[in-house]
T-cell receptor
Framework: GAGVSQSPSNKVTEKGKDVELRCDPI?????LYWYRQSLGQGLEFLIY????????KSGLPSDRFSAERTGGSVSTLTIQRTQQEDSAVYLC?????????????FGPGTRLTVL | AQSVTQPDIHITVSEGASLELRCNYS??????LFWYVQSPGQGLQLLLK??????LVQGIKGFEAEFKRSQSSFNLRKPSVHWSDAAEYFC?????????????FGKGTKLSVKP
């Protein structure tokens, strides 16, 4: 009965370095979402995976951001050449589409600090 | 484009007092609406959601919300606030008007509770 898990919980990196953030969705959930929560910007959608369909990348802020989902389960969000404005909490959510009452369940987030 | 407005950034109420958090949305058709709560350092937890039917929706922790199409509002209410309700509250709308796909969030309302 585990929920959505994310790792690491905190990440401090230097400007220009690459980082990888991991999300383990709830078992059986076919939909997975990444959001970013930052001061002044609130919660912003980044990318959405649904089953084997091509992901909706419309929220990615730049080509430094990418994400993949392997085997329809675990997802990794990669930020290349990090900038200070990338500092934020990155939240992952999953849901089990199949009806009209999908609920997105959120993980605790990864707090990224770029020095 | 869809949007969500939470006019109150910060609200303080006394324990035992009633609470109403405001949410206005912009969407052409019947929206899918959600309220989430985020405690410090935690992920988001769903309080309640509206998809269709009865416009008064009951949620967890004694919260309710009323969908008013004429006012484009989905305000959250609680008759008697407890100290443990202190948190940040987010209203959200489904981006594509359905239950799948990403959510668009308001900026949040931070609730403080006075003893």
């Amino acid at each position: 009965g585990a929920g959505v898990s994310q790792s690491p919980s905190n990440k401090v990196t230097e400007k220009g370095k690459d980082v990888e953030l991991r999300c383990d969705p709830i078992s059986g959930h076919t939909a997975l979402y990444w959001y970013r929560q930052s001061l002044g910007q609130g919660l912003e959608f980044l990318i959405y995976f649904q089953g084997n369909s091509a992901p909706d990348k419309s929220g990615l802020p730049s080509d430094r951001f990418s994400a993949e989902r392997t085997g329809g389960s675990v997802s990794t969000l990669t930020i290349q050449r990090t900038q200070q404005e990338d500092s934020a909490v990155y939240l992952c959510a999953s849901s089990a589409p199949g009806g009209r009452t999908d609920t997105q369940y959120f993980g605790p987030g990864t707090r990224l600090t770029v020095l | 484009a869809q949007s969500v407005t939470q006019p109150d950034i910060h609200i303080t109420v006394s324990e035992g007092a009633s609470l109403e958090l405001r949410c206005n949305y912009s969407y052409g058709a019947t929206p899918y609406l959600f309220w989430y709560v985020q405690s410090p350092g935690q992920g988001l937890q769903l309080l309640l959601k509206y998809f269709s039917g009865d416009t008064l929706v009951q949620g967890i922790k004694g919260f309710e919300a009323e969908f008013k199409r004429s006012q484009s509002s989905f305000n959250l209410r609680k008759p008697s606030v407890h100290w443990s309700d202190a948190a940040e509250y987010f209203c959200a709308v489904g981006a594509y008007g359905g239950s799948q796909g990403n959510l668009i969030f308001g900026k949040g309302t931070k609730l403080s509770v006075k003893p």
